[in-house]
């Protein structure tokens, strides 16, 4: 009898660990690690698919969907969103993306200081149809290899491509959580975080900030068709 519980504790406790809709950190995507989905968002950023995207996203690569938090920019809002079905969700909570225009630099000097950067954002959390992350620190990711951040300079923004691109050592880090495809319906992500001030906070005569550690949530509200 004590076996036989032993052994229906153990599936049940499976079960539980497999429903979440969150995929831990270290999974890939569609057979691709998320850092390097971390660095082709970075190459993708001046994209025609990106500049037009607005806050709801786009396919990133076959089958993968990427959405933003936009925590730089983040307020307390709600954001609603249309995805189409049998997509993996790439969530972007936040992102830091340095480019050293310095040759005598290297990609890890300017990962480095993207993670750096990441440093003012404090307590992050997010849920995602009350699935929370326990332990979100361990999904920041990084830029797996150098990134290229002149590759696609497609969109409407048409900066200039250097001539020499090798000569701006880019990284860029960030949190990013993946999602399995959601089901058809509508759905609730939830993105909190403090700052140690928000940019719309800081008094730029005085560099004072009088909501110092305020806490920000972003709610997206999901349409999955």
Known sequence: MRSLLKAIFAVLSCSCATDSIILSPNQTVSGIGQNELVRLAVEQQFSSEADNSGSCGYEMAAGIWKLAMFAGKMKHEVIQCAVPANRYLLVSLTNMTLTIMNPKKSCDAALQEALKSLQEYKDPSFAADNHSVPRIAEYLQETG???????????????????????????????????????????????????????????????????????????????VN
Not at 146 to 151: A, E, L, R, W
Not at 156 to 167: D, F, G, L, S, V
Not at 204 to 215: I, N, V, Y
């Open 145 to 223: 290899k150098c990134p290229d951040p002149f590759k696609y300079r497609d969109g409407i923004h048409k900066p200039a491509r250097p001539k020499h691109p090798e000569e701006y050592p880019a990284g860029a880090a960030g949190y990013y959580v993946a999602l399995e495809p959601l089901p058809h319906g509508k759905h609730e992500l939830e993105f909190s975080v403090s700052n140690e001030c928000w940019p719309d906070q800081r008094d730029h005569q005085t560099g004072a900030c009088p909501k110092a550690g305020e806490r920000r949530t972003v709610v997206i509200q999901l349409f």
